[in-house]
């Protein structure tokens, strides 16, 4: 059968008003890559799969509430679109944007935005503007803006854009044919874990696949969930979740309460070892803020908070390494250089 993007596949389990005219990159259908080694690292006796949302089209989980966003502004007769983004959501909504005729504008913090995300929002022909100020205030002036204009807002405030990420839910349960036992994630603008939530819920009612337990992990220095209150200057080597007041924080602590599970924080340093086990050992590199789902689960692991033996677990990778090639090129060792002789070749590799 031939895969038509989300809004075919999942047609009528989502909840997209009658106008809407699917645009579609063929997002989503990403692999549920079962991860052994790292299981095996972490202690063992559990199963663990990575779903690894980077694959998408613009190279993160952004393009499923993406598809349905954009599709639903095209079929109302929108013209622009318009997000405030720490990166992927820009490269996204740029995307679709492109791909729908319609104009798109995207507001980034200042500095803080990773070149592979920025160059994408370029390419796809976004207007580009950086606001000097954090996320939370770009979030802000986007609302303000789309209160007062016709422009369509493409933020995971957005009702559609819950509808197209709640897919990512029902994919895990088709490929493992029940929910796993754990969920674990990375929480920046919460839009995310309400949409697994929100997804999970739904397959429970209708094909009684159970109900997963949700870890949101949050970075230390951008942990308002975490802390209770929101946070004036976020500072994580994670930008992508550099986010100090979530817009669906509620539903976040929701998700996490009605699931039994809970929101934590982990350090930079927890999250850039993670991001480099995951690579290393199982060949899947992800962005920063990907790898702090499942350095929550490790933190949680290793502090005797979770005993995970005999559970199914899946960790959401939410975005690509290629994303934010600079936070292992800066530090990376310069590569060896040998002259074209198959001698001075073996002298280095062997020795
Ligand atoms: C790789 O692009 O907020 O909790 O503006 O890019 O749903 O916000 C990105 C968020 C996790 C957090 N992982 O998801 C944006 C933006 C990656 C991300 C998150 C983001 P939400």
Known sequence: MSYNGLLSHYQSLLDLPSHTRPVSLLEGNTPLIKADNLSRHLGGGFELFIKYEGLNPTGSFKDRGMTAAVSEALGRGATTVICASTGNTAASAAAYAARAGLKSIVLIPQGKVAVGKLAGAVAYGAQVIQIDGSFDDALSMVVQITDKHPICLVNSINPYRIEGQKTAAFEICDVLGNAPDW????????????????????????????????????????????????????????????????????QALQAAEESKGRIIAVSDDEILSMQKLLATLEGIWVEPASATGLAGLTHEIESGKLKMSGKRVVAVCTGHGMKDPEIITKDMAKPIIVQPKLEVLEDVILG
Do not use: D, M
């Open 183 to 250: 969920l674990c994630l990375p929480v920046g603008n919460a839009g995310n874990i309400t949409a697994y939530w929100a997804g999970f819920k739904q397959y429970h009612e209708i094909k009684s696949t159970g109900l997963p337990q949700i870890l949101g992990v949050q970075a230390a220095g951008a942990a308002p969930l975490v802390l209770g209150h929101p946070v004036e200057k976020p500072e994580t080597v994670a930008t992508a979740i550099r986010i100090g007041k979530p817009a669906r924080g509620e």
